[in-house]
């Protein structure tokens, strides 16, 4: 039987976050999520979707024309068919990155995917969700998030970066939830703090700064 996702929506943007934001790319997001985070932005993910065959998801990826391709969701790892989905993309000659909430295993994925990992902060009301194994296969080509609500939750970041020596071992990002911490705020948090938790950088989501009204497909 062929292949099928469920598939939330599938666009043409410019990615917002981490190492590659302001690229142009095209996004396919999966629907589904195990997790209910307080300041989540893509609730319609949770449950929004249809069921789309594999090789329609490429013929639509494909048609963008674009090399770097992100997957994200809701949890993509939460569908059978997201590692072939990320596999054939690499085939086809992407770059791919996948998006995903820490709560499942990583150490299947494609090694030529990019795992962009996020750690759930307190403030997001899921910090117990993360998968401790998930750290101990994360290579340099990987990124690793921290959204944060609030003070307690820059240091939880930086207790978490330190102890797992993060910061040496791949990209690590903490970004302001939105509307809940301003950007100014969380850099200045940054540049105060005496014994900083290695080399980490301020990430803002910039798909939001280009279109502040938009609610989704970006």
């Known amino acids: 039987m062929p292949a099928t996702l469920i598939v939330n929506e599938i666009c043409h943007t410019i ?64 569908q ?6 990320l596999s054939r993309l690499c085939d086809a000659g992407h770059e791919v990155l996948l998006e995903t909430n820490g709560s ?34 994360l290579r340099s080509s990987d990124e690793v998030k921290f959204i944060l609500a609030d003070q307690r939750d820059y240091q939880f970041a930086r207790r978490t970066v330190e102890k797992h020596d993060l910061a040496s071992r791949c990209s690590v990002f903490l970004t302001p939830a939105a509307g809940l911490v301003e950007p100014a705020t969380l850099a200045n948090w940054i540049l105060a703090d005496p014994d900083p938790p290695g080399d980490v950088r301020l990430g803002l989501q910039l798909h939001k700064v280009i279109w502040p009204e938009a609610d989704r497909g970006v």
């Open 104 to 137: 499942q295993d990583v150490s299947g994925v494609d090694p030529r995917v990019i795992r962009c990992v996020d750690i759930k902060c307190p403030g997001s009301g899921q910090a117990d969700s993360f998968l401790p194994a998930n750290l101990a296969s």
């Open 80 to 85: 059978q068919g997201t590692p072939e989905l």
């Open 15 to 78: 990615q917002g976050e981490g190492a590659r934001a302001g690229r142009p790319c095209a996004l396919v997001r999966l629907t589904g999520c195990n997790l209910r985070c307080n300041w989540c932005d893509t609730r319609y993910a949770y449950d929004e979707g249809r069921e789309i065959p594999l090789e329609e998801v490429l013929a639509e990826v494909r048609r963008m024309g674009r090399r770097c391709v992100l997957v994200t969701g809701g949890e993509p790892l939460l």
